[in-house]
């Protein structure tokens, strides 16, 4: 049994086959990168298939349910600090918003007035900075998540 990964998605296999060419296994980015119609993986013969042979994480399982569409970012914030340097514990309402995420899925992009696709400018685990208000709250396995347009998102973090 063999875990396939294409742009973040996984999905199980017996016998993968790997080919090497520099297109997507994605649906979404192979129908955008040829004008060939839209078949089944199996039967595409220009595909790259990036193969791991270890089992999902808790993260990679959630987010084999969900797929942000177009130029949307799906985020996780960061926790709020719940202790002061000092030691002293915060209660709820005196801790801040935190503004900080980490990017845990992105769309494929969205398209211009000419029909090119553009790309998200962010990628899977930059750390980025989001607006105070807005972005829509989704829950993923119990945990809390957050989507937001790419052009929503104020900047990213450089290390």
């Known amino acids: 049994m063999w875990w396939i990964r294409c742009c973040g998605i996984f999905w199980k296999a017996e016998n993968p086959v790997p080919i090497s060419t520099p297109q ?40 084999r349910k969900f797929l942000p569409l177009f130029d949307r970012v799906l985020v996780e914030r960061f926790t709020p600090e719940t202790v002061t340097k000092g030691g002293i514990m915060l209660p709820e309402k005196a801790q801040s918003k935190v503004l900080q995420a980490t990017v845990v899925a992105v769309g494929p992009g969205s398209r211009n007035v000419k029909g090119n696709l553009l790309p ?26 957050f989507l937001f347009r790419d052009g929503d998102i104020l900047g990213k973090y450089v290390e």
């Not at 955008?32 to 791991?52: A, R």
């Not at 900075?129 to 396995?141: C, F, H, M, Q, W």
């Open 120 to 145: 998200v400018s962010v990628t899977v685990g930059e750390s980025v900075l989001l607006p105070e208000y807005g972005g829509t709250k989704i829950s993923l396995d119990d945990k809390d998540y």
């Open 24 to 63: 997507c296994a994605c649906a979404l980015h192979f129908t955008w990168s040829t004008d060939i119609p839209l078949q089944s993986v199996s039967q595409q013969e220009n595909l790259q298939l990036h193969v791991v042979s270890r089992p999902l994480t808790h993260l990679e399982m959630a987010f």
